[in-house]
Each structure stands twice: as C-alpha cells, then as structure tokens.
Nanobody, 128 residues
Framework: QVQLVESGGGSVQAGGSLTLSCAASKYTDNSYCMGWFRQVPGKEREGVSIISSSSGGTAYADSVKGRFTISQDHAKNTLYLQMNSLKPEDTAMYYC?????????????????????WGQGTQVTVSS
C-alpha cells in the first residue's frame, strides 16, 4: 500500500511557475512507476508525466513537453512536478499516482486506470 499526499498547488498568472510535491510513504524500494495526472470538471483524468523510481526514465504528455519537468528525491520520498510557462488550459486538479514499475514501460502510462494508488489532489489555477 502506497500513501500519497500532494502539495504546492495554487493560483498563478499565465507565464508563471509552480512546483508540485508528492510525499510518498513507500518510495525507497525502487519498484514503482510514479506519475502526475490532472482533471478538470466534466473531463476525463489525463496523464501529464511519469517517472520510473528505478531508472529515472521519464515521459510527458505532448501538451506539457518542454514546460513541465518531473523529478524525484529518494532521500525525501518525494515526487515533484516543476511547471513553467503555465497556460490557462493547465488549470486543473493535479493528482499524484503510483503503479507497478512495468507501467512506466508499457506504452499505456497515460491511462489512469493502470494506477491503483492516488493522492487527494491539489488545485492549480492559471489566470490569463
């Protein structure tokens, strides 16, 4: 069982930056695919980015490539999402998620149904 707690959301103007954090209860065994997802009311939850807790390999949704960076700190059991050049369309509830390590290499990482562990979410609002 993995427990996840997000923080760092808030309101920012377009072009600004935010860094989200996700404290994980079990991060040190290097056997998880860690991810960030986001959801706006009335729409499906979408994958934003993932990172392998083992290799550090990453993947990003096309909509955030070049603007967002996912990273991890094993010593602090924490996952991060650095978000730069934010746009109003980035406004959403952001969720941290964890799955078995194989998900990171499956080609289907953006499917939320593959992630059994979720945080409660943190709201990001970008104004124009």
């Amino acid at each position: 069982q993995v427990q996840l707690v997000e923080s760092g959301g808030g309101s920012v103007q377009a072009g600004g930056s935010l860094t989200l954090s996700c404290a994980a209860s079990k991060y040190t065994d290097n056997s998880y695919c860690m991810g960030w997802f986001r959801q706006v009311p009335g729409k499906e939850r979408e994958g934003v980015s993932i990172i392998s807790s083992s290799s550090g390999g990453t993947a990003y949704a096309d909509s955030v490539k070049g603007r967002f960076t996912i990273s991890q700190d094993h010593a602090k059991n924490t996952l991060y999402l650095q978000m730069n050049s934010l746009k109003p369309e980035d406004t959403a509830m952001y969720y941290c998620a964890a799955a078995g390590l194989n998900i990171c290499y499956s080609g289907s990482w953006s499917s939320p149904a593959l992630f059994p562990y979720w945080g409660q979410g943190t709201q990001v609002t970008v104004s124009s």
